[in-house]
């Protein structure tokens, strides 16, 4: 596992962007692009990371960016690793579809699909903030129970999409869930997935202050509570092995380290939450991470 004072310190992200204070996309995809040696292409729909890169000809990053349209990243991004594959550069340029939680779970999932199904030769990561946090906080498949969005005033009723085991059932070599909290463990699967071929899942957790209503400097620590209090699980699945790895690995030893109570107090979306509601998200957390205690063991 790589440490942090290990990552590289170059970068190919240029200063300044328009992204709000405090996303975590900003602290994730450095060390994405970090790891995959700046060589990429990457494929982006309409969401916050396009804000994040700039309008033409401006650009916060300093790769190859194509924006394309919300329901056809993989779709997209499959055309990109033909064209390289035709011009004998596809051992140069690493092609990586980045999509958010709404162009994935719900907008996207049927071109995700088809790729997974074909194998077609990417990276697909999807950087989950919950909600379509672009176009004004809107309720997403991957949306937690409970949380209030412009679209589900009371809390939304039904628990978020596992899309990495939805992945996972189109026999795809590599699944991944990491968090953009844990800057070491983004670094090291994505590094993992560039020295493997096929499509490569990637989902990473990416707290939002302004749509979760936090303060911007909270970004981090409520990423690493999400974590200790179960609701994120750091773990990979390769070629069928499933291993949990970094703090949820720790955390397998140990015990989780919080409660969605305490996860819950901290953001406004959850405002109002019932005592039964938390018991509903709890219970549902302890049986998920239960299964997840059971893979690791080889059960």
Same mark, same amino acid.
């Given at each position: 596992?790589?440490?942090?004072?290990?990552?590289?310190?170059?970068?190919?992200?240029?200063?300044?962007?328009?992204?709000?204070?405090?996303?975590?996309?900003?602290?994730?995809?450095?060390?994405? *692009? #970090? +790891?995959?040696?700046?060589?990429? %292409?990457?494929?982006?729909? !309409?969401?916050?990371?396009?804000?994040? /890169?700039?309008? @033409?000809?401006?650009?916060?990053?300093?790769?190859?960016?194509?924006?394309?349209?919300?329901?056809?990243?993989?779709?997209?991004?499959?055309?990109?690793?033909?064209?390289?594959?035709?011009?004998?550069?596809?051992?140069?340029?690493?092609?990586?579809?980045?999509?958010?939680?709404?162009?994935?779970?719900?907008?996207?999932?049927?071109?995700?699909?088809?790729?997974?199904?074909?194998?077609?030769?990417?990276?697909?990561?999807?950087?989950?903030?919950?909600?379509?946090?672009?176009?004004?906080?809107?309720?997403?498949?991957?949306?937690?129970?409970?949380?209030?969005?412009?679209?589900?005033?009371?809390?939304?009723?039904?628990?978020?999409?596992?899309?990495?085991?939805?992945?996972?059932?189109?026999?795809?070599?590599?699944?991944?869930? *990491? #968090? +953009?909290?844990?800057?070491?463990? %983004?670094?090291?699967?994505? !590094?993992?997935?560039?020295?493997?071929? /096929?499509?490569? @899942?990637?989902?990473?957790?990416?707290?939002?202050?302004?749509?979760?209503?936090?303060?911007?400097?909270?970004?981090?620590?409520?990423?690493?509570?999400?974590?200790?209090?179960?609701?994120?699980?750091?773990?990979?699945?390769?070629?069928?092995?499933?291993?949990?790895?970094?703090?949820?690995?720790?955390?397998?030893?140990?015990?989780?380290?919080?409660?969605?109570?305490?996860?819950?107090?901290?953001?406004?979306?959850?405002?109002?939450?019932?005592?039964?509601?938390?018991?509903?998200?709890?219970?549902?957390?302890?049986?998920?991470?239960?299964?997840?205690?059971?893979?690791?063991?080889?059960?």
């Amino acid at each position: 596992m790589t440490r942090i004072t290990d990552l590289p310190a170059e970068s190919i992200m240029l200063p300044g962007n328009r992204a709000c204070a405090g996303c975590g996309i900003g602290i994730a995809l450095r060390q994405i *692009t #970090s +790891a995959l040696d700046g060589k990429l %292409v990457l494929v982006n729909p !309409a969401s916050c990371l396009t804000v994040l /890169g700039g309008m @033409y000809p401006t650009a916060s990053v300093a790769v190859p960016w194509l924006n394309i349209a919300f329901p056809s990243t993989a779709a997209s991004a499959s055309g990109v690793a033909a064209g390289l594959r035709a011009m004998g550069r596809a051992d140069e340029m690493t092609v990586l579809a980045m999509a958010g939680d709404g162009g994935t779970a719900d907008i996207g999932i049927q071109a995700l699909s088809g790729a997974a199904e074909r194998n077609e030769d990417m990276i697909y990561l999807c950087y989950d903030n919950e909600a379509y946090m672009n176009t004004g906080t809107q309720r997403s498949g991957s949306t937690p129970q409970g949380a209030r969005t412009t679209t589900t005033w009371s809390g939304k009723k039904e628990n978020p999409k596992d899309v990495p085991a939805i992945m996972e059932a189109h026999n795809v070599g590599y699944v991944a869930s *990491t #968090s +953009a909290a844990y800057p070491t463990d %983004v670094y090291d699967k994505v !590094a993992k997935a560039r020295g493997l071929s /096929g499509l490569r @899942y990637i989902h990473m957790n990416t707290p939002c202050p302004s749509g979760w209503s936090f303060d911007p400097k909270d970004t981090v620590r409520l990423g690493r509570l999400a974590v200790d209090a179960g609701l994120v699980v750091l773990y990979e699945v390769q070629d069928g092995e499933f291993h949990l790895t970094g703090r949820s690995a720790a955390l397998a030893k140990s015990g989780l380290k919080a409660t969605v109570a305490e996860y819950v107090a901290t953001q406004g979306r959850f405002r109002g939450m019932s005592p039964e509601t938390i018991a509903e998200i709890q219970a549902w957390v302890d049986k998920r991470w239960a299964g997840f205690l059971k893979r690791e063991a080889g059960e």
